[in-house]
C-alpha cells in the first residue's frame, strides 16, 4: 500500500467540490480511461473574476482524487492570474506530499487548471509536440526532456512517477533514459579516451568532431546550439546559439557540460570560454 | 477492526498446526540435517518426512522426485535452466501471455540472451489457445513452461493435455502450479508433467520454503551449486523449520481439500453472485468451468482499483487489484490485458480470494460494504453515468 499522508487520505475519502459546476465559464479535461486516470476540471467566476466555484470529476487512485480535490480547493478565491501559478508542485505540498510514483497525478492537476483557462480565454488547444516515445501513455520526447530540465527528473523511475512514461509495457525505457543522459549533457557513445600527444590541427579537429557529435545533439534537443569561434592553446572559444544564449544557467553549460566533454575526451588541460 | 482478509492469492495465514509443527526445529532441534550425528539425524529424518508429505498432497510416485527450493519463483527458474542445460542444443522455448512475472520476466531476461521465445495467446475467458501451441512445439524446442492456475482469475489450464502434447514430442513440460497446489487434486503418477512448482505460502506454510517437483529420469542440473544438500540436486542448508511447515501444510490441505471445494467454493459463489446482483456494469474474469475454487475476479467499470481497494480498507477489508505483485504498476494487469479485458473495466478489477479461515460472515461484510463504495466513486468518475 502507497504511503499516504493523512491529507491525501482526508482528501480522497472525504472530496471536496465532486461535480461538475453548472454553465461553468472554464472546463479541463485530461487523461484517458486507457490511461488509468482522468479529470474533468469545471470552474465558474464571480463578477470581481475571482473564481467563486471549481468542482471536479476524476477517474483514477487515491492520489489522484486527493488531489483533484485540493486543485478544487486551492483555486476557489483567486484569480485567473493567480490560479495559473499553481504548479504541481503546489498541489502536492497542499496534500504535504505524494509519494514520488504518484507525481503524475498532481500533474494531472495542473494541466486540467491550464487547459480550463485556455478554454475561458479561447486560447487554441495545445498540439503535442515532438515523437511520441512512450506509447502506452501517449508521452512525447519534448514532454520528457522539458520534464526532466524544468524539474530536475534525474532517473528513468522520476519520469515515470513524474509523467507516467515508462509506466506500462516498458518499451520505452532506453529511449527514455537516453533521453535523460542527453538532457544531463551525458553521452549515450561509449566514452573515449581522451588523446594524447595531439599536435594543432588534429586537436582543433577532435574538438570539432566532439562537439559535433557529443555535445550538439544535447544542446539541440534543449533547443539551443554552440558554434566553436577559435582555440588558442589551451582556450577554446565558443559561441553558445538559441535557447543556450539566453539560458541563466548557460556558464553551467559551458563549464559543467561543454568543458567536461572536452577535457574527458580531448584533452584534461582545455579552458572553454564564451567568444 | 478484524480485518477481513480476502487476499489469499498473494499469501495465506500459517496454520496453528504448522506452527506448531516448526516451533521444536527453532528450539531443541537445531541439528544441522548434514550433520554425522544424531542430533542431526533426526533432523534429517523430519526432513524425509516432510518431502514424503508434498509428494502425497501431488500424488507423486516418489519422494525423491521433490526438491525443496526457497520460493516457487526459485523453483521456476531450477526448472527452465535444467531443461536449457539438458538441450543445450534448443534455442526454443513456449510459454503463455499470462504467466506470473516469476516465469514472464525470466523468459524476457532469456530472450535478450538470443532464445526464440514462443508465447501462446489465451481468449477472453484466460483459456490457452491449444491449436497454436501445437503448431508452435518444434524440434529446437527445450522446454514449454505453462501455469496451471492462473493467479489472477483462477483459471486452470488444460495440464494434461500440454503435458500430452509435450511427451508426444519429447519436449520437456513444466507448469507452475503456486496457486493450484493444495485447491485441486493432483495425481503426477499419471500426469504428463516432468516439472512442476509449487510455494509454501500459498497454502497456510510460511514465506521463504517452495518445492520443485522432478519426474524420476528427468534431466536436471543443480541451479544452485555448493554443498550436498538435496540429493546433490541444491546446494545450501537446509530452511529446516519451513521444510517442516511446507510439509505440516501439505498433509493439512489434503485433509482440507474436500472444504476448499465446497465450502469455500459455495463462499466465494455467494460473493460473486451477491455483487453481480447488486452492482451494475460489473463483470467476473476467468473461465467460469475451470476455475480455482477460491477466486473471484470481477471488473468494476469506469473506476480505478486503487480507490476501492483503499476505500474497501476502510472496513478492514482486505483484497487485490489484478497481482499483487504488480500493484505498483500504472497498466492494468497483463493478464487482464491479455484477455481482451477493456481499459474501462481491467483498471477498476478487484481480486477476491479466498481461503479455509473465511467465514460467511465476511461475505456479508464485503456484500453489504462494496456496493455503496463502487456507487461513490463511480458518481465521482467522468466517464459514468446512470443512463
Known amino acids: ?251 553551467i553549460t559551458l563549464k559543467d557540460h561543454v568543458e567536461a566533454r572536452l577535457r574527458n575526451l580531448v584533452a584534461h588541460d582545455l579552458v572553454v570560454e564564451e567568444a | 477492526m478484524t480485518p477481513v482478509y480476502l487476499d489469499n492469492n498473494a499469501t495465506t495465514r500459517v496454520a496453528d498446526e504448522v506452527i506448531e509443527a516448526m516451533l521444536p526445529y527453532f528450539t531443541e532441534l537445531y541439528g544441522n540435517p548434514s550433520s554425522m550425528h544424531t542430533f542431526g539425524g533426526q533432523v534429517a529424518q523430519k526432513i524425509q518426512t516432510a518431502r514424503q508429505q508434498v509428494a502425497s498432497l501431488l500424488g507423486a510416485a516418489s519422494s525423491d522426485e521433490i526438491l525443496f527450493t526457497s520460493c516457487g519463483t526459485e523453483s521456476d527458474a531450477a526448472a527452465v535452466h535444467a531443461a536449457l542445460r539438458a538441450f543445450p542444443e534448443r534455442k526454443h522455448l513456449i510459454t503463455s501471455t499470462v504467466e506470473h512475472p516469476a516465469i514472464k520476466a525470466l523468459f524476457e531476461k532469456l530472450a535478450k540472451e538470443g532464445f526464440r521465445i514462443t508465447t501462446i495467446p489465451v481468449d477472453t475467458r484466460g483459456r490457452l489457445n491449444m491449436d497454436l501451441l501445437e503448431k508452435s512445439l518444434d524440434e529446437d524446442t527445450a522446454i514449454v513452461s505453462m501455469m496451471w492456475a492462473n493467479n489472477e482469475t483462477g483459471t486452470l489450464f488444460p495440464v494434461e493435455a500440454i503435458g500430452k502434447l509435450c511427451r508426444e514430442k519429447g519436449i520437456l513440460f513444466h507448469t507452475d502450479a503456486v496457486q493450484a497446489v493444495g485447491k485441486i487434486p493432483m495425481d503426477l503418477k499419471t500426469m504428463p508433467i516432468d516439472l512442476l512448482s509449487l510455494s509454501g505460502h500459498k497454502l497456510h506454510a510460511p514465506k521463504g520454503v517452495g518445492a520443485l517437483y522432478i519426474r524420476k529420469g528427468t534431466p536436471f542440473t543443480p541451479y544452485i551449486v555448493g554443498g550436498h544438500q538435496e540429493h546433490g540436486r541444491r546446494a545450501g542448508t537446509e530452511n529446516v523449520a519451513s521444510i517442516i511447515g511446507l510439509g505440516r501444510a501439505c498433509l493439512m490441505a489434503e485433509e482440507k481439500m474436500a472444504e476448499e471445494n465446497t465450502r469455500v467454493r459455495a463462499m466465494r459463489d455467494r460473493l460473486e453472485k451477491e455483487l453481480l446482483s447488486r452492482i451494475p456494469k460489473c463483470f467476473v474474469n476467468g473461465d467460469l468451468d475451470a476455475r480455482l475454487p477460491n477466486t473471484c475476479s470481477i471488473s468494476f467499470e469506469y473506476i480505478e482499483g486503487e480507490a476501492i481497494l483503499l476505500m474497501m480498507n476502510q472496513y478492514g477489508i482486505c483484497a487485490s487489484s489484478g497481482s499483487a505483485c504488480t500493484s505498483g504498476s500504472l497498466e492494468p494487469s497483463h493478464v487482464l490485458r491479455a484477455m481482451g479485458v477493456p481499459h474501462t473495466a481491467a483498471h477498476g478489477t478487484i481480486r477476491f480470494s479466498l481461503s479455509i479461515y473465511n467465514t460467511e460472515a465476511e461475505m456479508d461484510t464485503v456484500i453489504e460494504k462494496l456496493p455503496p463504495i463502487v456507487k461513490r466513486l463511480r458518481d465521482m468518475s467522468p466517464f459514468w453515468s446512470d443512463s
Open chain 1, 1 to 251: 500500500m502507497w504511503d499516504y499522508t493523512d491529507k491525501v487520505r482526508e482528501h480522497f475519502l472525504n472530496p471536496k467540490n465532486v461535480g461538475e459546476v453548472e454553465n461553468p465559464d472554464g472546463i479541463g479535461e485530461v487523461g484517458s480511461i486507457a490511461c488509468g486516470d482522468a479529470l474533468k476540471l469545471t470552474f465558474r467566476l464571480g463578477e470581481d473574476k475571482t473564481i467563486t466555484e471549481a468542482k471536479f470529476k476524476t477517474f483514477g487512485c487515491a492520489s489522484a482524487i486527493a488531489s483533484s480535490s485540493a486543485l478544487t480547493e486551492m483555486i476557489i478565491g483567486k484569480t485567473l492570474e493567480e490560479a495559473e501559478k499553481i504548479s504541481n508542485e503546489n498541489i502536492a505540498e497542499f496534500l504535504g506530499g505524494l509519494p514520488k510514483e504518484k507525481i503524475h497525478c498532481s500533474v494531472m492537476g495542473q494541466e486540467a487548471l491550464e487547459k480550463a483557462i485556455a478554454y475561458y480565454r479561447g486560447e487554441p488547444e495545445k498540439v503535442l509536440e515532438g515523437e511520441i516515445i512512450c506509447h502506452c501513455f501517449n508521452v512525447t520526447d519534448v514532454d520528457i526532456q522539458r520534464a526532466v530540465k524544468e524539474k530536475g527528473l534525474k532517473t528513468l523511475e522520476d519520469v515515470t512517477g513524474y509523467l507516467k512514461a515508462g509506466g506500462g509495457c516498458g518499451n520505452c525505457h532506453e529511449e527514455i533514459s537516453n533521453i535523460i543522459k542527453a538532457s544531463q549533457g551525458i553521452s549515450i557513445m561509449e566514452p573515449k579516451k581522451p588523446a594524447a600527444g595531439l599536435t594543432n590541427l588534429q586537436k582543433i579537429r577532435k574538438i570539432e568532431e566532439t562537439l559535433e557529435v557529443e555535445i550538439k545533439p544535447a544542446l539541440i534537443r534543449d533547443g539551443g546550439n554552440i558554434e566553436l569561434v577559435d582555440v588558442d592553446g589551451n582556450r577554446v572559444l565558443v559561441r553558445l546559439q538559441g535557447a543556450c544564449a539566453t539560458c541563466p544557467r548557460s556558464r
